[in-house]
């Protein structure tokens, strides 16, 4: 990206031989020569998504289409440089003074030539504006990509007037006329040594021809003044769309902006009709522009609606890899993957979802009925626990779900680690939240919903998940122990090396339970 940038900059000076110290520049065309070199090998490994949707990652393949493709393209942009290089940047490399050329007239028409041949570089733009909208879609928000459209078209006026202004510095340079703007403009005006100046000139009466102002530059030769004729019909439209293109990105912005803003509105004018006190007015006020207007910019399954039309098994799959990491950072659901996996793909589609949290609001409170259990996202969560009060109410097992780590001994405000699994004591019985958890700062958290894990569950054959109803009994077990030795039990996860323990025993009786079964199926089969 950054070459091609160069490029675009570069390449006119170069052909309008405003480059006074192109011969410095010699590594920079050295350096872009092996990047387009090494570039070709990477072009032909680089995968690609098939119209399947399948991401094609065989060098073979990839070769192919690349070969198809840019491969032609980029090989002639490629040999066009090194000829360029041995032509013109070796010997202006050679050359003394620096930045000069001693040549007859034929060398300067193969100079001249050379320098347009740089134009065949301006070919990859395309690759740029592919490049450049895949990184704003993949790391940009909207409002980010609205605003960055703006700027696009601001930076397609400036290159275009660029490109102009050393069109229209060329054709006095290499005018055969005696009366040319450059002489007329330098008399008493400027230095005609100076390629900087001349430049400045040149992008100043560029820039008038494509809005409303003026200079006092005009053509002075039939040659110009055609070249004047042309800008100005280009610029008429030019400038219409470009205009038409800003106002739409702008009024898209505002768009994105516009339910905050009819929100802010209905609420003044609620708080104004309904005679709110000045201190519940600025409390309320003071909380929507900090927080509510700064709501995570996050997108979430459903918003968009789209996903809710894929196949099940495409869903399915999405799911997985959305949520399977996080669920496995359970010990359960880590130590029982190979015998479960469907059951644990089932529950990352049925079971889990994403949710935003504002700050300062509340997930759960204590005393409070668990419904889920939360994995956190970030360590904006803060977490207090009660004091003196059984959570746990074993009024029944509930055969199995998601899985386990809980702690105990927390009695001041904490944050929640990164990756942490809350309330997961809710999904193997039936539980209250022994603490209070809020969030800090605006952010987002996963949720596994326990009815949705209960149904799952009952669906499955009893055999099948052994396993894990050993884990769960086994891990309320050994809470009911830690609670009747008088320590508290809250909503935090227990140690790593408490849960793993667990599941390598219930582990260790599920193959104790598999080998007697099988045992006994070989006595009763023996005659």
Not at 281 to 309: N, Q
Not at 316 to 338: D, P, R, V
Request: hydrophobic share 45%; glycine share 4%; net charge neutral.
């Amino acid at each position: 990206m950054i070459f091609l940038a160069v490029d675009m900059f570069l390449i006119p000076l170069q052909i309008c031989e405003l480059d006074g110290a192109s011969a410095s520049l010699t590594i920079v065309s050295i350096a872009a020569m092996l990047y387009w070199s090494v570039d070709l090998a990477v072009q032909s490994m680089t995968g690609y998504v098939t119209i399947t949707g399948t991401v094609e990652m065989r060098p073979k393949r990839t070769t192919r289409r690349y070969l198809r493709g840019w491969f032609g393209a980029d090989v002639m942009i490629l040999t066009s440089d090194l000829v360029v290089f041995a032509v013109l940047d070796l010997a202006q490399w050679d050359s003394e003074p620096v930045g000069t050329v001693t040549a007859s007239t034929a060398s300067l028409k193969m100079t001249r030539i050379a320098r347009l041949v740089r134009l065949m570089r301006l070919m990859r733009l395309q690759q740029l504006r592919d490049l450049t909208a895949s990184l704003a879609d993949s790391y940009c928000s909207q409002s980010v990509m609205l605003g960055l459209s703006v700027c696009q078209w601001f930076f397609a006026v400036l290159v275009l007037n660029h490109v102009v202004a050393c069109a229209w510095y060329a054709i006095a340079n290499y005018s055969s006329s005696e009366s040319t703007w450059i002489r007329n403009a330098a008399i008493g005006e400027f230095d005609e040594d100076s390629n900087v100046q001349r430049y400045v000139l040149a992008l100043h009466w560029s820039l008038t021809q494509f809005g409303p102002s003026t200079q006092n530059i005009g053509p002075t030769n039939t040659q110009e003044r055609m070249f004047a004729c042309a800008v100005v019909f280009v610029g008429l439209g030019v400038f219409s769309v470009i205009i038409s293109g800003i106002t739409s990105a702008v009024n898209q912005l505002r768009f994105v902006n516009m339910d905050a803003l009819v929100e802010e509105s209905n609420l003044r004018e609620f708080m104004t009709s309904r005679g709110i006190s000045a201190g519940l007015y600025g409390s309320i006020t003071s909380f929507f522009k900090s927080t509510y207007r700064k709501k995570d910019a996050r997108i979430f399954e459903g918003d968009i609606r789209v996903l809710s039309e894929l196949p099940t098994s495409v869903r399915m799959q999405m799911h997985a890899e959305l949520y399977l990491s996080k669920l496995c950072a359970n010990a359960w659901a880590s130590t029982f993957y190979g015998q479960h996996s469907e059951l644990l793909s089932q529950i990352c589609h049925t079971a889990m979802s994403e949710r935003s949290v504002l700050a300062g609001h509340d997930i759960f409170l204590p005393t409070s009925e668990a419904t889920s259990a939360y994995y956190s996202m970030s360590e904006d969560l803060l977490y207090a626990h009660s004091h003196g009060r059984k959570a746990l109410e074993l009024k029944g097992l509930q055969r199995i779900a998601s899985s386990s780590r809980r702690a105990t001994f927390s009695h001041s405000l904490e944050h929640v680690p990164l990756g942490s699994w809350l309330a997961e004591m809710a999904l193997w019985c039936k539980w209250r939240h022994a603490g209070h958890l809020q969030a800090n700062t605006t952010t987002h958290l996963i949720c596994l919903d326990c009815t949705e894990l209960q149904k799952i569950v009952k669906q499955s054959e009893r055999n099948s998940i052994f396993g894990v109803r050993i884990f769960a009994i086994l891990l309320v077990d050994h809470i009911e122990r830690v609670q009747a030795m008088g320590e508290v039990v809250t909503d935090l996860p227990l140690s790593l090396e408490v849960t793993q323990a667990i599941a390598s025993r219930a582990k260790g009786l599920m193959r104790i339970r598999q080998n007697l079964a099988s045992i006994l199926f070989a006595a009763t089969a023996t005659p």
